[in-house]
């Protein structure tokens, strides 16, 4: 049984960092792997991805020049760094996973197969 499990989230002020972990288990190969986060009464959207390879990355519109994405030291496994958070940043944020996905799929979260439970960030300013 595949499994997706986040860690990290928390409260933070304004203009600080935070960093999400996520691992996949049960799953025989190597996946690509995305953060993707939704706020209350807004759409799902895309904050990064990373290629089962780790050589190619892409970032949300909302995030660049702020986030970095990378793959940990277990196969599955990618970590989230998020800077100079904004209150707007607040969201559950969700990692997904797929082994047939492609980096620009962070635009069509219904194309990832596996998902996470979700870690709540709460921004405050």
């Known amino acids: 049984q595949v499994r997706v499990l986040e860690s990290g989230g928390g409260s933070v002020q304004a203009g600080g960092s935070l960093s999400l972990s996520c691992v996949v288990t049960?799953?025989?190969?190597?996946?690509?792997m995305a953060w993707f986060r939704q706020a209350r009464g807004k759409e799902r959207e895309g904050v990064a991805s990373?290629?089962?390879?780790?050589?190619?990355?892409q970032f949300g519109d909302s995030v660049k020049g702020r986030a970095t994405i990378s793959r940990g030291d277990s196969r599955n496994s990618v970590k989230l760094q998020l800077n100079d958070l904004k209150t707007d940043d607040t969201a559950m944020y969700y990692c997904?996973?797929?082994?047939?996905?492609?980096?620009?799929?962070?635009?069509?979260?219904?194309?990832?197969?596996?998902w996470g439970q979700g870690t709540q960030v709460t921004v405050s300013s």
């Open positions: 997904a996973a797929d082994n047939d996905a492609w980096v620009s799929w962070l635009a069509t979260p219904t194309r990832w197969q596996f």
């Open positions: 049960g799953f025989d190969g190597t996946l690509a």
């Open positions: 990373i290629d089962e390879y780790g050589s190619a990355r």
